[in-house]
């Protein structure tokens, strides 16, 4: 059986449940019986499920889909500025080797990450573009930045170009997540902003 009772805390109108334990609990974190957790035991359940009980699990899920697309993505973009700089300049290699990630990302987040919009793919792609093109001026920006002007004012100099270049594809991560979510992949007759 367990017993608790009431210890005050700091302010007076605060108090703490002890469990036989001994660890207490603040009042307004304990979910009575009908009502939603408040105080910090909410706040742990709204960032892991995603804002509000179940219905914001999906919304989680899909995140975590997103950046394991982009993740991979990733991969392809650094991957191919390896192997395009071997025959261009470090700056086109960035750029071209963007294309070749955003199009393996366009493809992925299609088919895995978010629902079927309705719309034509051909729109689909230009809203993808658009959203990616702020991105690509971000990643390009960040890693030239870093790798030409940056890097070399502090001396850094084991693999710079790769440091930058890891360092400004993971920047847009989340403003690309929401671009695409309102604008890419929008379902047919939603607004294009919520």
């Known amino acids: 059986m367990q017993s608790t009772s009431s210890v005050p805390r700091g302010d007076p109108s605060e108090t703490a449940e002890l469990s036989e334990e001994g660890r207490g609990v603040p009042r307004d974190s304990v ?8 105080g910090p035991v909410a706040v742990g359940a709204a960032f892991a499920t995603g804002g509000g009980g179940a219905e914001g699990r999906p919304e989680v899920a899909r995140f975590i889909r ?7 993505a990733a991969v392809v973009n650094l991957g191919s500025r390896i192997v395009i700089n071997d025959y261009l300049s470090y700056r086109v290699s960035v750029a ?15 088919f895995l990450v978010f629902e079927k919009s309705g719309r034509a793919a051909h729109d689909e792609f230009l809203w993808f573009t658009l959203v990616n093109v702020l991105a690509v001026a971000q990643v390009w920006s960040i890693s030239v930045g ?6 070399p004012w502090i001396n850094f100099d084991w693999e710079p170009e790769l440091v930058a270049h890891v360092i400004g594809v993971s920047v847009p ?21 919520p």
């Open 146 to 151: 870093l790798a030409e002007f940056y890097f």
């Open 173 to 193: 991560v989340i403003t690309s997540y929401f671009g695409h979510k309102h604008l890419s992949f929008r379902v047919r007759n939603r607004r294009v902003i």
């Open 31 to 38: 979910a009575r019986r009908g009502q939603p957790a408040r």
């Open 66 to 72: 997103f950046v394991a697309v982009g993740g991979f």
């Open 96 to 110: 071209l080797a963007y294309l070749c990630g955003m199009i393996t990302a366009f493809v992925l987040s299609k």
